[in-house]
């Protein structure tokens, strides 16, 4: 939802209490935490937690993916997720007739993209890793997707995200702001990864950044920017080229898709946006709803466009959209200053020298 400053200005002036309330809560779990009043697990393999310290929007996703595809032909792995917003509970490992309504709209993409690759989710990590080791006892290494303020489980690697332009230095408590766990949280990443960069960050806007994040000496800091890919089509897998004599109705439910619209805004020739909430659960009413906007727009060359996260959620319609030009955009972060090879090093690195907690003198 837009709002004009002044309104959001009021919205979180009443709401700042709430945010120190909530503060109080989370700050109070943590020292729970690293007092060990509250216990955490560690397991005999390499657990890489992804995640972050604000709600939604920094690309958790695509950096998951990206480590699939880096690790996925070199070691036995498999995706550990929450699976937000679907319709069943405990853990549930992904399979042939698996949907997003049964395991959620990420890690159905994860499924999708990657079939060779074990998916499973669970509220409770901490049950269901044992439960995921059972089902592939012969996982070398799992990716916790969304856990890094999830404590019960201490993953071995930890990779923070923080969008450029909303860095968690800069940003406030719940619901006044948008994070969910404490600044000084950011200590307990291994790697750090500002993300959604522009193309043209320079070296002193980098060092800059840097600075301003503060990390510890072991701590690893990386910027990335998003690379979209070519658009295919939602059933047929066909793929288009987006020019600027087309025209665009665009269909999110994701948390911030201002990149995508700014990139869009250089690429068509103009585009016309439906948002939903983001994890939307979308109905044929909007399906239909979507078509009447698209047969609205008077120029011939237009198409609809989705991201990879929404069309999981929109292809239980694939009958109805079998002859519609319905595209899908995929997306994959870019490392900036060619730093690529060092962060791949890192995390091949980390799981071959890897040692459990028994031999390694775990805390």
Same mark, same amino acid.
């Given at each position: ?52 310290? &604000? +709600? *939604? ?8 993916? /990206? %480590? ?5 032909? =070199?070691?036995? !792995? ?41 998916? &499973? +989710? *669970? ?8 439960? /995921? %080791? ?5 996982? =070398?290494?799992? !990716? ?61 806007? =980098? ?157």
């Amino acid at each position: 939802m837009n709002f004009n400053f002044p309104l959001l200005r009021t919205i979180r002036i009443l709401l700042f209490p709430l945010s120190l309330l909530y503060a109080l809560v989370v700050i109070l779990r943590n020292w729970c935490y690293d007092k060990k009043i509250l216990a955490s697990a560690q397991f005999n393999l390499p657990i890489i937690c992804v995640g972050n310290l &604000a +709600v *939604g929007g920094t690309g958790k996703s695509p950096m998951v993916e /990206l %480590l699939i595809r880096m690790l996925k032909d =070199r070691f036995e !792995i498999a995706v550990l997720s929450r699976g937000y917003k679907r319709k069943t509970r405990g853990y549930a490992l992904a399979g042939a007739y698996t949907t997003a309504l049964d395991i959620g709209d990420e890690p159905m993409q994860f499924h999708s993209k990657f079939p060779e690759v074990a998916v &499973a +989710v *669970g509220e409770e990590r901490i049950v269901a890793i044992p439960q /995921l %080791l059972h089902d592939r006892p012969d996982t =070398r290494a799992i !990716i916790l997707d969304d856990a890094f303020q999830h404590r019960a489980v201490r993953a071995g690697l930890n990779i923070l995200l923080t969008d450029y332009s909303n860095l968690f230095t800069r940003d406030w408590w719940l619901p006044s702001g948008d994070l969910r766990d404490a600044p000084g949280g950011y200590r307990r990443a291994d790697i750090i990864v500002v993300t959604k960069c522009p193309e043209s960050l320079t070296e002193d806007e =980098r060092r800059a950044v840097k600075a301003e994040i503060d990390p510890l000496k072991h701590q690893q800091v990386f910027f990335s920017s998003i690379q979209y890919g070519q658009p295919y089509h939602i059933t047929r897998g066909t793929a288009t080229v987006i020019n600027d004599k087309m025209e665009v109705l665009l269909v999110t439910g994701i948390a911030n898709p201002a990149p995508l619209k700014k990139w869009l805004n250089d690429k068509a020739g103009s585009f016309y946006e439906l948002a939903y909430s983001d994890h939307h659960i979308f109905t044929i009413d909007d399906l239909n709803y979507m078509i009447r906007r698209y047969n609205n727009i008077a120029e011939p060359n237009k198409i609809i466009l989705t991201t990879e996260k929404d069309a999981v959620r929109l292809i239980k319609f694939r009958q109805e959209l079998e002859d519609w030009p319905f595209y899908v955009l995929p997306i994959e972060p870019r490392f900036l200053f060619s730093e690529q090879p060092r962060f791949t090093d890192l995390i091949i690195k980390f799981i071959t020298n890897f040692k459990p907690p028994d031999q390694a003198g775990g805390e």
